[in-house]
């Protein structure tokens, strides 16, 4: 398999306007990432759609590809950049993995767990899990859950507890049950990412307002592998301040 990183990355955020150029110790947000995705992978794009933000990568010497302003999505983003890529490159890649431009701090084994989704043949699209510790991240609408069955695909993502745990009293749910929330990284075949950007919006993606919902809806199995690593993105200055204090 031939992979390829593409971080999504653009300036405009209502809480956070020009995130990616946010400075953290001395370098750029976007450097932060790009320079821990490169520790894993031997090619990693940004796709953007602002001049700064392009400016930005090719002054620390990083590739980026410019694409359209319409994009409503990251997966969008990624599906044009890669086309993009593989009209200018002679080189084809089989693998994408959607690399998220807030995470400074992504951890580059995460990559390599991602990446050994596709060690099963049968795999289109997969991401990642995380054990939940507590019982707060468990009730936190912020931090979606799934579930997942005995082949390690997802059944369901949802911003609410999933399971339900009958009659066990809620502050001891993560002591009777193991429950899994959402790491949002996400490594797609080609061909399948293509596929994803045709579909439609389903009720079920607008009413939990979780994108890879409307892939189930429409029968797309999603792999999953366990991390022990965790996210740390950053939404808004004040997350940015945190992440800074606890490295």
């Known amino acids: 398999m031939n992979y390829i990183g593409i971080i999504p990355a653009r300036y405009a955020s209502t809480r956070f306007p020009g995130k990616p150029l946010a400075d953290i110790n001395g370098k750029s947000m976007i450097q932060c990432v ?27 010497g990083g590739k980026v590809v410019m694409t359209s302003e319409k994009h409503q999505s ?40 991602i990446q050994a989704c596709f060690d099963n043949p049968l795999t289109k699209i997969a991401t990642l899990v995380k054990k939940i510790e507590n019982n707060e991240d468990i009730f936190d609408i912020n931090k979606p859950k799934v579930v997942f069955n005995k082949k390690m695909q997802a059944i369901y993502f949802s911003r609410s507890p999933i399971p339900f745990l009958r009659n066990v009293e809620k502050e001891n749910w993560h002591l009777k049950h193991d429950f899994y929330k959402h790491i ?11 596929e994803l950007t045709e579909l439609e919006q389903s009720p079920l993606e607008l009413a939990e307002s979780l994108e890879q919902l409307r892939w189930i809806e429409n029968g797309y199995a999603i ?16 997350d940015l301040e945190k992440i800074l204090k606890k490295f």
């Open 34 to 60: 790009y320079e821990q995705a490169s520790k894993a992978l031997n090619d990693v794009y940004v796709a953007t759609d602002d001049s700064r933000i392009a400016d930005e990568v090719t002054r620390f």
């Open 74 to 113: 990251g997966t969008d983003r990624i599906a044009e950049a890669i086309e993009l890529i593989h009209k200018s490159y002679s080189e084809k890649f089989d693998v994408i993995i959607n690399i998220q431009g807030d995470e400074p701090y992504i951890q580059p084994q995460q990559i390599k767990e």
């Open 184 to 194: 949002g990284m996400y490594a797609y075949k080609v061909k399948t990412l293509q």
């Open 223 to 238: 792999y999953v592998a366990i991390t022990k690593f965790d996210t740390f993105g950053v939404d808004t200055p004040e």
